[in-house]
């Protein structure tokens, strides 16, 4: 392969430079891996959800999902990953590490996000055959010192990826200036996390929905302890106005259900716990549950849901796009961290309103409880949820296409 001028003197420097052994202290997953490069922090949460739509598209598949080396992510909330994804840093760019890199994980496919490209590693990954697809590339991906100053790098390297898809018309102009023709240059809307739609036990929900008819439910979710007591007044004052309202509490981080259980008995809250196979009757009037099998069950059952670690600093919080995908009007307080850009998402298509105490609380709780009030805003957040859903499609179509693609060639 013929390398621009520019790519060759990049190329050599790189050599120059010391090669650092790149992070491969955990094992290759058998089978089939995909490996996607999240280029910009702030987008980590849609390749996480992107990845995680790969992987139910194909039960073989594992994911491996990495991350600039000097980015201010290090990965899912709490630490904790999914089955079947692995989240590393990137190897630096020195011929050296890409090798060793790409021989340890040897991935069978390729996503580049957004730009920032790695020249050594994008030429060795076309070398071994390994098909790449940039996606979501911005302007701002391509308009750093090299890239002005070397264009014609990134305009060898473009032609190296199988397909090309940029976030905005803009950046397919910069694109086609790199070197790219209109035709080789897919405009799409940017990639975004779509929320994963949660199951539950459809006898549950059956019985549950038989039980609870004719009442009123809401759900506070993950609720730390330095918010419970805002989450029992809140639900005393929405109880002054519907005495058959019916509140599911989940605690979170030390907040335990049997403390949550007798804070509310100490308030005369008459106080169920689901783990314990019980349904709840007439004179229930708060429904505690741990179980994280169950949130997809109350966020079905409940029109709106006040989504805990919000009110209170050093939490990571509730995902917001998961009450959002099963049709649960979202209330939030100020403090949501890493889930900043869900909730504003959200916020700004009027699918999620904010709260900072127990009577705004409490007044959201009894405007939303009755399903037709919170079904502008569960609408709202449908529309949030599929924005980014045909963009999703493509990417699955074009991974699955090129995994068996190499199969074939095996």
């Known amino acids: 392969m013929a390398h621009s001028l520019g790519l060759s003197a990049y190329r050599a420097l790189a050599r120059r430079g010391e090669a650092r052994l790149p992070d491969i202290s955990l094992p290759r997953p058998e089978g089939e891996v995909l490996w996607i490069h999240c280029a910009q922090s702030e987008g980590f949460l849609a390749v996480l959800d992107l990845a995680q739509r790969q992987l139910a598209s194909n039960p073989e598949l594992s994911v491996i999902i990495t991350l600039p080396k000097h980015s201010n992510t290090n990965g899912p909330e709490g630490g904790m990953v999914p089955d079947r994804i692995i989240v590393s840093r990137i190897c630096d760019d020195h011929p050296a590490s890409v090798a060793a890199w790409l021989d340890h994980w040897a991935p069978d496919c390729g996503i580049w996000t ?3 490209l790695h020249p050594n590693l994008i030429l060795a990954a076309a070398e071994k055959s390994c098909p790449m697809f940039l996606i979501d590339a911005d302007s701002a991906g391509f308009d750093r010192r090299r890239d002005r100053w070397l264009p014609d790098v990134a305009r060898s390297l473009l032609p190296l990826f ?9 950046a397919a102009r910069r694109l086609m200036q790199l070197g790219l023709s209109r035709e080789d240059v897919e405009v799409t809307t940017s990639l975004q996390a779509g929320g994963q739609v949660l199951g539950c ?8 929905s038989a039980t609870c008819i004719g009442r009123s439910i809401w759900f506070a979710n993950g ?6 007591q805002t989450v029992l007044a809140a639900h005393r004052q929405a109880l002054r106005l519907s005495h058959r309202l019916l509140l599911v509490l989940r605690p979170a981080g030390a907040l335990g259900p049997q403390e949550a259980c007798d804070q509310a008995k100490l308030q005369d809250f008459r106080v169920l716990n689901w783990d314990d196979g019980n349904f709840p009757d007439e004179a229930t009037q708060v429904l505690i549950t741990e179980d994280p099998r169950d949130v997809g069950l109350f966020y079905r059952m409940a029109p709106v849901s006040f989504l805990g670690g919000s009110l209170v600093a050093g939490h990571s919080g509730v995902d917001p796009l998961e009450a959002a995908a099963l049709g649960s009007a979202i209330l939030y307080g100020p403090r949501v961290g890493r889930n900043l850009q869900s909730y504003s998402r959200l916020a700004t298509a009027g699918a999620a309103r904010i709260i900072n105490d127990s009577a705004a609380l409490g007044m959201a709780i009894s405007r939303l409880v009755a399903p037709d009030q919170a079904a502008t805003m569960a609408h709202a957040g449908w529309e949030v949820i599929t924005e980014g859903a045909a963009l999703t499609d493509r990417i699955t179509d074009l991974v699955q296409d090129a ?4 199969r074939g060639l095996r």
């Open 114 to 116: 957004w730009g920032d």
């Open 403 to 406: 995994m068996d693609m190499q």
């Open 162 to 170: 199988a397909s090309v898809m940029a976030r905005t018309p803009a």
């Open 223 to 228: 609720v730390q302890p330095g918010e419970l």
């Open 201 to 208: 036990s459809e006898t549950d929900l059956a019985d549950l």
